[in-house]
T-cell receptor, first 114, second 114 residues
């Protein structure tokens, strides 16, 4: 069965510092990969997605992610974090073989210190 | 315009009661989903419907019954509520077909069972 691992439960970075959130997936074929963000008490907003093609994808709010097939990873990055980026971030994988359902990682809580 | 809306936003009820959560999308999508986010923020799919037909039914107690009166609506009815049903329930929608397609999430309904 497919699974998604986000190794870091919490990450704290200083405002203006760079950020990398890790995501690894377990699936035989190429999955479709997503990063969502959830602010406190809010729903999920899509940051970016990877379906095929260029392995470096750009998203909203200055985020980017790189798909590395050899490492089964899809890490999320941002060069300079803003206080408003404090939220919980979820990596997810979707596969046609599993009925187009999204399988989510456990999430990473990002704290930004000023 | 709200793309995916859910009512109510908060729901507090007692064990043993029956309650419903409504979901509507105005995106013209054919596929709708219900996800459950537990107290540890773990998100898991419960159901998906494609044009009013049940496609995915994960291992969910049969106290949970989705109802899709038309392709723009997917309601979730829960019978005999239990303490463990306390969670945030998210509705989502996407296009149908070969995909992959992005899923758009509603704001969530926080259910508290006392």
């Amino acid at each position: 069965a497919q699974s998604v691992t986000q190794p870091d439960i919490h990450i704290t970075v200083s405002e203006g510092a760079s950020l990398e959130l890790r995501c690894n997936y377990s699936y035989g074929a190429t999955p479709y990969l997503f990063w969502y963000v959830q602010s406190p008490g809010q729903g999920l907003q899509l940051l970016l997605k990877y379906f095929s093609g260029d392995t470096l994808v750009q998203g909203i709010k200055g985020f980017e992610a790189e798909f590395k097939r050899s490492q089964s990873s899809f890490n999320l990055r941002k060069p300079s974090v803003h206080w408003s980026d404090a939220a919980e971030y979820f990596c997810a994988v979707e596969t046609k073989e599993y009925g187009n359902k999204l399988v989510f990682g456990a999430g990473t809580i990002l704290r930004v210190k000023s | 315009d709200t793309a995916v809306s859910q009512t109510p936003k908060y729901l507090v009820t007692q064990m043993g009661n029956d309650k419903s959560i409504k979901c509507e999308q105005n995106l013209g999508h054919d596929t709708m989903y219900w996800y459950k986010q537990d107290s540890k923020k773990f998100l898991k799919i419960m159901f998906s419907y494609n044009n009013k037909e049940l496609i995915i039914n994960e291992t969910v107690p049969n106290r949970f019954s989705p109802k899709s009166p038309d392709k723009a609506h997917l309601n979730l009815h829960i019978n005999s509520l239990e303490l463990g049903d306390s969670a945030v329930y998210f509705c989502a929608s996407s296009q149908a077909g070969a995909g992959p397609y992005e899923q758009y999430f509603g704001p969530g309904t926080r259910l508290t069972v006392t």
